[in-house]
């Protein structure tokens, strides 16, 4: 049970800190730069991953999250959803972790959501990953080999930094749809 309220604990502080979606024009451009780019590194790693880009309903796009931790760990980061290849909103994710942790860490996030239902349960703010699902290491012919598990694949590639990790803990989302982020900005 301590276990349990001190990853609610890092949780929640992990995902306050997460922004959503930027707040000027050019926090827009330089997201939207690292995600080009970030897409661009994954297909040059896997070629075979263009199959997720093509066969989706949507997905979503989360460059250079941080992760880092000793004993109790965290990570965040912000990214772009994308729906029939046209951006939809901005997302941010937070993690928190309890256990064995050491260390630090930036990776991508790949999600991509086979049908509407998963899409829809992300935007709806209802998306989180537990200690049980597991996201592919991007590497040489990986796509090939995978699918989606429950509508959704998940993969990381670009990998940088050292981390030694037995802990328990989960990752949280939160979406913000371009109109509720022009919304924000002009009050």
Same mark, same amino acid.
């Given at each position: ?48 991953? *263009? ?5 989706? +309903?949507? +997905? ?48 991508? *996030? ?5 049908? *509407? ?15 049980? /699902? ?13 699918? +989606?598990?429950?509508? /959704?694949?998940?993969? /990381? ?31």
């Amino acid at each position: 049970m301590r276990i349990q309220f001190w990853s609610a604990i890092v949780l929640v502080g992990a995902l306050s800190a997460c922004a959503g979606a930027p707040k000027t024009a050019e926090e827009k451009k330089t997201l939207s730069a690292s995600v080009a780019t970030s897409i661009e590194l994954l297909k040059k790693t896997d070629p075979t991953i *263009e199959k997720f880009f093509k066969d989706n +309903y949507a +997905y979503a796009v989360l460059p250079s999250i941080g992760k880092g931790g000793f004993i109790i760990g965290g990570a965040g980061g912000d990214g772009e959803v994308y729906k029939g290849g046209k951006l939809m909103g901005y997302c941010s994710m937070g993690q928190g972790t309890i256990g064995a942790t050491i260390g630090g860490q930036s990776f991508d *996030e790949f999600i991509f959501f086979k049908d *509407e239902a998963n899409y829809k349960v992300f935007t709806a703010n209802k998306f989180a990953f537990t200690a049980q /699902v597991s996201a592919v290491m991007a590497a040489s012919g990986t796509g090939a080999a995978t699918s +989606y598990h429950d509508g /959704v694949a998940i993969f /990381v590639s670009n990998v940088e930094g050292a981390m030694a990790e037995a802990a328990v803990g989960g990752q949280q989302f939160k979406y913000v749809s371009l109109d509720a982020s022009a919304a924000t900005k002009a009050k």
